[in-house]
């Protein structure tokens, strides 16, 4: 795959076609009918939350957040590979993966509504919390990986991260580190095409971001990032050559983030509409299911039944997320260092003491 | 005179001072077609084009150390970091580039380069983007380091940065922006090392910089209720700072509170505190009090990032602790 796919051929690897038809059966991956309808049902569900939550901060009820729509195939199609030993190490678009993990929707709302138990993920393992600084998670990835590998320990670590990452010289350290030391990393590029406001072109000269492995020594590809199959079955390859010992890859799945880049952005001012309905006729999801439809293992009224179940659940919990209790004033002295040093203990007592006066006033 | 926002003031003085010399650039995220993340370079990419209003890439490493060799090269960059809290990741071409190469090639190469963004805690933004790096830059020979509290002194500060031959650390405030004062239409610059009293009063000198000076103003409005005088004066300048200003104030009132939103460790305030105690020893009536943020990363919950912050209540307590009230 990795040689049919050379990124200098500029070829992007796709399975599915927007229609919904396999239009390449050698690459098809090894996947069970069964995990295929569970992958869907977790796009579905990761669109859902991420749309409810939309409207929720929309409502006033949550703060600002990076939403997902239009990259359930880019994250879940990669992410859908792990198993309980690997590592996800994310940056902030990717809660299909996060799901896949074990992490819970409350553990999302809690981490972008402003609460501090939001990075704890009580249900998952091996799972960094969400990582905004553009790229600083691309090295780490690199040396949980060498850890791994120097400790003889199962796993694979993948990690993520956007087109406008790649700029960072996180970006160049990660890959060369986890390639001079055959480190077992699948390094996953969200491309899709725009930091911010700013597009692909300007962001870089090459022809694709895939081709960058060649400069590490890795094999790079760029698959459709819209095509759940090609994204799995690009990720499937990734982790047998590390297994075989072969060290990391690069996955570029080319995408495009139909929502906004945060709920503060509008992408109006920087894209036009035709663009946003090119986009919108080769959805991830869409696509999936006209596959699932026509090989009649899923139906519209599955769907509808689906999508419905999933937001009544999806309210539910949200309903229940907003009475979690308030963090508390201990808590933001309490995980600064394995135990407390006495000058800060000493400061807590003196805001105790600050906070009794306060109460006295008034 | 009009009242205009801070994000305005800052606006014109880049548009004015690009207009007034082609050497004058501005680059980094977001600023040009974007026109900013806060909108602060809003107009100026349609007035001066691509030439002149560059987005760059996201590797702020690289535009900062573009930047410091455009200086190099006899151009005057101002570069816009998104906000302080990535400059982190630039931070050794602050620190070994920009603020050593004029002492370095011996005088011949000067960097005349702004480096400007947000800084400090604004809301909702958590422990990675909330972070009130002055004392940082303040500790670096070489540097210069100013902020600002009002459009007017944004303004006048922003232009004198951008003349000045050196690398500047130009810190502004997001929740900032927004606010408004009278700004003159006429042409007009602040020198560097100039502090200034924002409230005259006789009992106890409130010594504080940036945004925390309209909470510190606001103490002292609270005090006055009380029939406590405060003075308040904004340093504007950290580095070069303006001594003088701050014994004059403390010589008149005896007493002393610092207010600094960062952390209290080695501080911009902490410093002032020790200068203070130190060459007003015999004029002081009480010790000096410093309210900085609580020495801990920023919550992200919004109750608990105020609670640690510096607040009105905390100010008036500590006023009233060097008043013995
Ligand atoms: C070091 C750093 N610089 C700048 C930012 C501000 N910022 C947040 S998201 C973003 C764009 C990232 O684009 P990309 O990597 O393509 O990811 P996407 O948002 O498209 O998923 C920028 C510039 C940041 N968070 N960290
Ligand atoms: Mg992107």
């Known amino acids: 795959m990795f040689t049919k796919y050379h990124p200098t051929k500029g070829e992007m690897l796709q399975i599915l076609s927007p229609e919904g038809k ?14 295929v309808l569970q992958a869907y049902k977790l796009m579905v569900y990761t669109r859902t939350v991420d749309l409810k939550t939309v409207s929720y901060q929309r409502q006033g009820r949550m703060y600002t957040y990076a939403p997902n729509f239009g990259q359930e195939a880019s994250m879940i199609g990669t992410g859908f590979h792990m198993n309980q030993e690997d590592w996800l190490v994310p940056s902030y678009r990717e809660m299909g993966a996060f799901f896949h993990r074990g992490v819970t929707p409350t553990d999302i709302w809690l981490y972008w509504g402003g609460h501090e138990d939001g990075a704890k993920f009580p249900k998952a393992t091996n799972t960094l919390p969400i990582s905004v600084p553009i790229a600083s998670q691309i090295i780490h990835a690199a040396g949980i990986g060498y850890g791994l590998k120097l400790q003889k320990q199962k796993g694979i670590v993948y990690t993520y991260f956007g087109d406008g990452g790649t700029s960072e010289g996180d970006f160049h350290a990660g890959l060369n580190f986890a390639s001079v030391w055959k480190a077992p990393v699948i390094f996953i590029c969200q491309n899709n095409q725009y930091a911010i406001s700013l597009r692909q072109e300007k962001q870089m000269a090459s022809s694709n971001i895939a081709i960058k492995s060649l400069a590490y020594g890795m094999p790079g590809i760029q698959v459709d990032g819209n095509d759940f199959f090609a994204c799995y079955s690009a990720t499937q390859k990734a982790a047998q050559h590390i297994e075989e010992g072969k060290g990391p890859v690069l996955i570029e799945a080319l995408t495009y983030r139909r929502g906004a880049h945060t709920t503060a952005d509008d992408p109006s001012r920087y894209r036009s509409k035709e663009e946003e309905k090119i986009w919108e006729e080769k959805d991830p999801i869409l696509r999936l299911k006209r596959y699932l439809v026509a090989q009649k293992l899923w139906s519209e009224e599955d769907d509808t039944k689906l999508t419905q179940q999933y937001e009544e659940e999806v309210e539910a919990e949200f309903l229940e997320y907003e009475k979690y209790p308030p963090y508390e004033l201990n808590d933001v002295f309490q995980y600064l260092y394995n135990t407390m040093p006495d000058d800060l203990v000493k400061q807590k ?3 105790e003491k600050y906070l009794a006066w306060k109460e006295s006033r008034s | 005179m009009p009242e205009i926002t801070v994000r305005e003031a800052l606006r014109q003085a880049m548009d ?4 007034r010399d082609d050497r004058v650039f501005l680059m980094g995220e977001e600023v040009a077609e974007y026109n900013g993340a806060y909108k602060v370079s809003q107009g100026l990419w349609e007035k001066y084009g691509d030439r002149r ?27 816009e970091w998104m906000t302080y809290n990535f400059s ?12 050593k190469t004029l002492h370095m090639s011996g005088g011949q190469i000067n960097v005349p380069i702004v480096f400007r963004g947000p800084n400090g805690p604004a809301e909702f933004l958590s422990s990675q983007h909330s972070q009130a790096l002055q004392s940082i830059y303040a500790h670096i020979p070489g540097l210069k380091v100013v902020s600002f509290s009002t459009a007017y002194d944004g303004k006048g500060l922003l232009k004198t940065a951008i003349r000045d031959d050196n690398p500047v650390m130009f810190l502004e405030c997001e929740l900032m922006y927004g606010w408004k004062d009278e700004v003159p239409e006429e042409e007009y610059l602040i020198p560097f090392g100039k502090a200034d009293i924002k409230r005259a009063g006789k009992d106890v000198t409130l010594i504080s910089y940036s945004k925390p000076v309209r909470m510190v103003l606001q103490a002292a409005e609270k005090l006055a209720e009380e029939g406590i005088d405060a003075e308040v004066l904004d340093l504007r300048s950290i580095r070069p700072l303006d001594e003088e200003s701050i014994y004059k104030s403390v ?7 610092v207010i600094d939103e960062s952390w209290p460790f080695a501080s911009v305030g ?8 130190t060459n007003c020893f015999d004029d002081l009536d009480a010790q000096v ?13 919004h109750t608990l990032e105020l609670a640690v912050q510096p607040s009105v209540e905390k100010i008036v307590k500590a006023a009233k602790k060097v008043l013995y009230v």
């Open chain 1, 22 to 35: 396999i239009i390449n059966t050698k690459f098809q991956p090894e996947i069970s009918t069964e995990k």
């Open chain 1, 349 to 351: 007592q003196e805001y």
């Open chain 2, 16 to 19: 004015e001072e690009m207009a």
């Open chain 2, 53 to 79: 209003v560059i987005d760059t890439p996201i590797t702020e490493y690289g535009f900062t150390g573009v930047g410091v060799g455009a200086a190099m090269a006899g151009l005057r960059p101002i570069i």
């Open chain 2, 88 to 99: 982190a990741m630039a931070y050794d071409q602050v620190l070994n580039n920009a603020a």
């Open chain 2, 251 to 257: 010589r008149k009132t005896n007493r002393c509170v």
């Open chain 2, 270 to 277: 902490s410093h002032v505190a020790w200068l203070v105690s």
């Open chain 2, 289 to 301: 009090e410093f309210i900085s943020s609580e020495d801990v990363p920023m919550p992200y919950n």
